[in-house]
């Protein structure tokens, strides 16, 4: 599934006016002949890969801006928000700093054009990582073509490997793979089969015994609860295995229930996009209440974006922001972020050497008190 797939938090400002239309993107409901004819489910799965597409604009403009350093974006005309990437960056910087020298994986779900491995690499091309990008065949060979026609993604993937000759590109063109970057043609819901089943899809070049990190920002919301929960437990049980140190960063939409967010649901479902675990997993009690019952025992925490700004945002960094650009219409910006969220889990590892890799990594990152009146803990 295509990542940071919701209109974020720039796209989504005209959606919530009425009659509003996204910036930067054309809205999607908007169906040829052709794609009338076709079953409901392609349908749907249309309109989840092309919101990669619809949400591109505002990370451009933030980095055109200034706001975000992505020297990277514009050959995939990236995604993102300034405090969204700033807090999911936050979080993956402590966990790959703490042990820096030990090999960690990342495995990000839905990766859409994201960027985050070669702005990882570019700032420290030693890094002992090893990067999994799941998505759409038809996203991952868009993404696989940019990385062809562009020679400085190439040179930032060849930097990493102690042989260039180690990077292999399939002769469908839709997956890549080397010893430190890989891209993926998958559909998540084989993910959430049987759990007895005893196939699994081949990931070349996925450890299931080094500290890993799932990143789902705005993917697992599109699949009904029942499979993204399965999903979760064929990465964490059966993928990687159950001694594994583990931990999951989600970016998620939240808090549907009041005037706002049923503005916010029903513009997107206007335009084809239904988010299906946003009733299950509403809150920020909810989201953490989640992460403890998919096996993230460890700790659990979540933040929603205006909390973020407010609280992770160094103030020299928000004067420096400030002057980029005239915020107008501040009010109606912090309700927005307040309808987004960070949540984070994990789990330590049974007698690992790493066993406690992300207890220590997120050591006082300050969690926001919950919706539902739970103290974070």
Known sequence: M???????????????????????????????SHEAGEDGEARKDKVVQQTDGDASMSRMSAVDLGYLEDPFA??????????RSSAIDLLIGKFLATDANKPKQIISLGAGSDT????????????????????????????????????????????????????????SGDSLTS???????????????????????????????????????????????????????????????????VSLILYEPIRPHDSFGKVMIANLAARGIHLQTLQKYSSLFRQKTRLKNAG????????????CWERWIPDDEKERVAGLEMLDEVEEWRLLAQHYCVAWGWRNGEGSQDEDVFSRAWAGMESQRNDEGEDDG
């Not at 295509?2 to 209109?7: E, F, R, V």
């Not at 437990?233 to 594994?244: E, F, V």
């Not at 993230?296 to 909390?307: K, L, P, R, T």
Request: aromatic share 6%.
């Open 116 to 171: 985050r491995f070669f702005r990882l690499v570019s700032q420290s091309p030693s890094l002992p990582i090893v990067y999994h990008e799941l998505d759409f065949p038809i996203n991952t060979a868009q993404k696989v073509a940019a990385i062809r026609r562009t020679p400085r993604l190439l040179s930032t993937i060849q930097s990493s490997l102690s042989q260039p000759e180690d990077l292999k590109i399939s002769s």
């Open 74 to 83: 514009r050959p995939f005309i990236q995604v993102g928000t300034y405090v």
């Open 296 to 307: 993230f025992v460890g700790g659990q925490g979540a933040a929603d974006i205006d909390f």
């Open 2 to 32: 295509s990542a940071q797939q919701i209109p974020n938090l720039n796209t989504l400002k005209g959606a919530l006016r009425p009659g509003g239309r996204v910036r930067g993107g054309r809205l999607r409901d908007q169906t040829t």
């Open 179 to 245: 010893p430190t970057y890989n891209i993926h043609p998958l559909d998540l819901r084989v993910l959430a089969g049987d759990q007895s089943a005893p196939k699994l899809p081949e990931l070349p070049n996925l450890s299931s015994s080094i500290p890993t990190l799932l990143l789902s920002e705005c993917c697992l919301i599109y699949l009904s609860p029942t499979h993204a929960d399965n999903i979760l437990q064929t990465l964490t049980q059966r993928i990687i295995a159950p001694s594994t140190p």
